[in-house]
């Protein structure tokens, strides 16, 4: 099984594309469809990407189930119909596809966008949960939710209104050294269904996968430093609500809600880092920063939500981001002939 560059003499790799995951730069030998290209040159790479002709699977490892294995510095996924991931020591990620057809570069690349560099996050003793976030005068404002709780919808609204995007779905969260909670910005590009689509007015960049109806968009500024998080808005939908309501979640509750939404629990349980999510999710707590929003289902009160969120942010002492060509945090996407935002 490779370990290193220097354990594989001999095999050449093809040109690298670059990346920005999750605060950290990826060099990888294939392409990536699910992720945003890097539009800069980095002093450095924090991560590699690369193809093993050979099995990946550790062969003796700590612990293992029918499609994964761990050992104190390796974690190994088996996809079905998709390949062999390898995540090895928080530097590197490894990919031998499955034979006997042709490689699945967009379900390869799902896989690596999340639970492969999830993985390899977790070596690092990063956590990762699951939210949307987005820039609102310089902090992070995140939408946390299990899946189909609209929190990607409205991230995109949040950005078609000015609004940076720091990471849609999958979110690094981190304490720094002194001990400020903040996000990263992720290079991910927005998934949403065919019918939040059509209600933002957004152009789709391609369906995620084929007989999916879900579909790629842009993003029209995004975050390339890392934020304090200002607010975390557990989102939740009400056949009831006549209108959205945000209130304050005590401590108490909201560190099991918080840990509630972790990417990958069983992961994390299988990779030992459960001690970082719960100081991470304390000390989001302890600052108060935590907000039940209940959301109606009618998405026709969309927008009445954006305005409930901005008279919340406004009482938080946030204020509406000046104008986007002022912003010094945002890099704008430059227009590309294939419709793909080309930014970092």
């Known amino acids: 099984m490779p370990s290193a560059e220097a354990s594989r003499p001999g095999v050449e790799?093809?040109?690298?594309?670059?990346?920005?995951?999750?605060?950290?730069?990826?060099?990888?030998?294939?392409?990536?469809p699910s992720l945003f290209p890097c539009g800069f040159t980095p002093d450095r790479t924090d991560v590699e990407l690369r193809l093993s002709p050979t099995p990946l699977r550790p062969p003796v490892p700590d612990r293992a189930g029918a499609n994964w294995a761990v050992t104190s510095d390796r974690f190994w996924l088996d996809v079905t119909d998709v390949g062999e991931f390898l995540a090895e020591a928080g530097r590197r990620l490894w990919v031998h596809p499955t034979a006997g057809g042709p490689r699945n570069d967009e379900a390869v690349s799902l896989?690596?966008?999340?639970?492969?560099?999830?993985?390899?996050?977790?070596?690092?003793?990063?956590?990762?949960?699951?939210?949307?976030?987005?820039?609102?005068?310089?902090?992070?404002?995140?939408?946390?939710?299990p899946s189909g709780h609209g929190k990607s919808t409205l991230a995109a609204r949040l950005t078609r209104q000015g609004h940076s995007l720091i990471a849609d779905d999958f979110c690094r969260i981190d304490l720094d050294d002194l001990d400020a909670v903040r996000v990263h910005?992720?290079?991910?590009?927005?998934?949403?269904?065919?019918?939040?689509?059509?209600?933002?007015?957004?152009?789709?960049?391609?369906?995620i996968l084929p007989l999916i109806d879900k579909f790629y968009v842009g993003a029209d500024r995004r975050a390339v430093e890392s934020e304090p998080i200002a607010a975390v808005y557990l989102m939740r939908r009400s056949h009831e609500a006549p209108a959205a309501s945000i209130t304050a979640v005590p401590p108490s509750a909201a560190v099991g809600a918080l840990l509630g939404?972790?990417?990958?629990?069983?992961?994390?349980?299988?990779?030992?880092?459960?001690?970082?999510?719960?100081?991470?999710?304390?000390?989001?707590?302890?600052?108060?920063?935590?907000?039940?929003l209940v959301n109606p289902f009618d998405p026709g009160l969309s927008g009445a939500?954006?305005?409930?969120?901005?008279?919340?942010?406004?009482?938080?002492?946030?204020?509406?981001?000046?104008?986007?060509a002022d912003r010094s945090n945002s890099i704008p996407g430059p227009a590309r002939t294939d419709g793909r935002d080309a930014s970092p």
């Open 305 to 324: 939500t954006t305005a409930r969120l901005m008279e919340h942010w406004a009482a938080l002492g946030l204020t509406r981001p000046p104008p986007a």
């Open 111 to 145: 896989v690596v966008a999340g639970t492969a560099m999830a993985a390899l996050l977790h070596q690092r003793n990063g956590c990762v949960f699951h939210a949307s976030a987005v820039d609102v005068a310089g902090r992070a404002v995140l939408f946390m939710a």
């Open 261 to 292: 939404n972790a990417f990958r629990p069983r992961q994390i349980a299988r990779l030992g880092v459960g001690a970082a999510y719960l100081q991470t999710a304390r000390a989001l707590a302890s600052a108060g920063k935590v907000f039940d």
């Open 185 to 207: 910005p992720d290079g991910r590009r927005p998934k949403l269904w065919r019918d939040a689509v059509d209600r933002l007015h957004l152009p789709a960049e391609g369906a």
């Open 13 to 32: 790799h093809a040109p690298t594309h670059l990346y920005r995951v999750s605060g950290l730069t990826l060099d990888s030998e294939i392409a990536l």
